[in-house]
């Protein structure tokens, strides 16, 4: 009897197509197939398989397979959960999962000698643990074997949370498995990646939007494979064809950048925690502030949660102190109590960060006379001044006005004032109070480029400037 296969095309359709199977041709579901599709050849994903009777309607025959190991149900079973629950046709998402296309282009032609690198080793460098770590990670590791199960790995920045991961990762290594790391794009610095390269031996394979072609195409290969065995990658590493996949870590859970807000909308870390459950595998998700959804699945008893209290080494936490300037009744933004504070810091030699997420000069500007509020002429949110510039700004839409001479309500002149401090206005009262000090404002309106930003952090780093004013 002949066989018949449906096969997923990375086109948006949710449709599988069918095709015959060639008599010198043996297929499994997910082999990667070259296949005739109106007049074009586009390769795909074998999704399932049927018996053929000669008798039924002719169909066209799969044209090639490709050299490739066969994708694992788990890794089909997860791009349709994803499919339906994001209501993406199928096909979208299988080209999410095929997102190399060069690997099929070259398709008779060997592909280059490459270089492989080192493969990371478990036991290179293994970590010296505080018992505070070696308590959390003998917890977890004691899940590593219990098939699906979520964790939450909660601890304060400093308290070691990397290194104990890194630890149950060599041990995902000792069972020839795969572990993928996923970090907020913004993460994936060369320093993470040398800690990394220190613990293993090895460098991990990266996933991220800056790889070359060439590249992606070794590393997607190296994944198939399963020859890639870390594997440190933004949210779009999670759909990748893993063949032997024993560990998910999603660092900075709470981060918003796990969210893909344009083409296939999801949220990276939850897909995450789907994508282990259909593999039945553990996860980790990481985070010294989790979110709130996290911190409602920990109380509903879904997650799991493990809280690595203390610092790792010499680290502290800060002292807060929370000064309530209504109570002070001065004109100043600076209170008595960091006034005192910076001056002894600054005399010990030391710098200051004061920090505020106000660009500008004041939130708000007011017409004395009248109380007339400077509003935006499109968004009704109020103009800030920026001082610097010499111009209100709307912080939504980017409608800018000259400095205003005169009120629009009661004509009035000069009667405006501002309210609240913005940085620069805070730097006006730095500059008055601390003369002898030198200052810097870190806020985008005043730095314009990277070559800009990177001269003012070398000379905060030589120590030019005491006092700095900051913004997000
Ligand atoms: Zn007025
Ligand atoms: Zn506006």
Not at 84 to 102: D, F, R
Not at 257 to 283: C, F, H, N, W
Not at 449 to 463: A, C, R, T
Request: net charge positive; with cysteine; charged share 20%.
């Amino acid at each position: 009897m002949m066989q018949k296969v449906g096969v997923l095309l990375p086109i948006p359709l949710s449709q599988v197509y069918d095709y015959v199977v060639p008599e010198s041709m043996s297929l499994a579901v997910g082999d990667m197939v070259l296949v005739p599709f109106g007049s074009r050849r586009l390769y795909g994903v074998v999704w399932r398989i049927s018996d053929f009777p000669e008798t039924s309607k002719p169909l066209k025959e799969v044209y090639n397979k490709f050299d490739l190991p066969t994708i694992s149900s788990a890794n089909l079973e997860f791009i349709e959960w994803v499919a339906n629950y994001t209501l993406t046709p199928l096909g979208a998402m299988l080209k999410l999962m095929l997102s190399v296309p060069q690997v099929f282009k070259s398709l008779k032609r060997q592909s280059k000698k490459i270089n492989k690198g080192l493969t990371p080793h478990p036991d290179f460098s293994p970590i010296q643990f505080s018992s505070a770590q070696d308590l959390t990670y003998q917890e977890l590791k004691s899940r590593l074997e219990q098939g699906y199960s979520v964790s939450v790995l909660d601890g304060v920045t400093g308290s070691g949370k990397t290194e104990i991961y890194l630890e149950l990762i060599a041990e995902v290594l000792r069972r020839h498995q795969q572990a993928l790391v996923l970090l907020p794009e913004i993460s994936l610095s060369p320093q993470m990646i040398e800690r990394f390269a220190k613990r293993f031996g090895a460098s991990p394979s990266l996933w991220h939007s800056l790889l070359t072609p060439a590249q992606r195409r070794e590393t997607w290969k190296q994944i198939v494979k399963g020859e890639a065995k870390v594997i440190i990658g933004a949210r779009s590493a999670l759909f990748l064809p893993y063949s032997n996949l024993g560990l998910i870590v999603v660092d900075e859970e709470h981060e918003q950048t796990y969210k893909q807000d344009e083409g296939v909308i999801y949220q990276g870390r939850d897909m995450a925690v789907v994508r282990a459950s259909l593999e039945r595998i553990p996860i980790i998700l990481a985070s010294a502030t989790p979110s709130l959804e996290t911190h409602y699945n920990c109380h509903q008893g879904r997650y799991h949660k493990v809280t690595l209290e203390s610092r790792f080494g010499e680290a502290s936490l800060p002292e807060i102190e929370v000064i309530d300037l209504k109570e002070s009744k001065s004109k100043e933004w600076i209170s008595a109590p960091l006034f005192h504070e910076i001056n002894k810091t600054t005399a010990a030699g030391e710098q200051v960060l004061l920090f505020l997420n106000r660009r500008g000069y004041a939130p708000l500007t007011l017409c004395s006379a009248c109380g007339t509020k400077v509003e935006c002429p499109f968004c009704t949110a109020w103009l800030v001044d920026h001082r610097v510039q010499g111009r209100l700004v709307c912080h939504y839409c980017g409608h800018a006005v000259t400095q205003l001479k005169e009120c629009m309500s009661c004509h009035a002149k000069d009667s405006f004032v501002a309210c609240g401090p913005g940085v620069e206005r805070l730097a006006e009262e730095v500059a008055g109070r601390f003369p002898h000090l030198n200052y810097c404002i870190i806020s985008s309106d005043l730095i314009s480029n990277v070559q800009e930003l990177g001269l003012v952090l070398s000379k905060i780093k030589i120590m030019k400037f005491r006092l700095l004013l900051g913004l997000k």
